[in-house]
């Protein structure tokens, strides 16, 4: 069975699941848009209790996409070991940080 989901897809599920759920939540620890995306990516095959133990920490020394970049790949593996999937997540990580830098000037725009 073949399903393709385009974005004309994509924002009607949006649509719909903003009137169901209108005010989402989760267990997650942030402070803002940056830090989700981050605590988002390390839940890969993990949990979101061990993801909070870990990311006060994480967001201590690397605050910002610059600053996980500047941190480097190696030494985000060591800090979020903990989480699993280490050496994987922190390629990521860092690339996504790069691309927020290079096309969205280290932002994350809101949501329509």
């Known amino acids: 069975m073949s399903f393709d989901f385009d974005s004309r897809a994509a924002n009607r599920l949006y649509k719909k699941l903003s009137l169901s759920i209108p005010l989402p939540s989760t267990e997650l620890i942030y402070r803002n848009h940056f830090e989700l995306l981050i605590a988002v990516m390390l839940t890969a095959q993990a949990t979101d209790k061990i ?62």
Do not use: D, M
């Open 51 to 112: 993801v909070n133990e870990v990311t006060p920490s994480l967001f201590k020394k690397c605050p910002s996409p610059k600053s996980f970049i500047l941190y480097g790949e190696k030494k985000l593996a060591r800090l979020i070991k903990r989480i699993g999937l280490a050496p994987t997540k922190a390629k990521n990580i860092i690339r996504t940080c790069q691309i927020l830098l290079k096309n969205h000037n280290g932002e994350i725009g809101r949501a329509h």
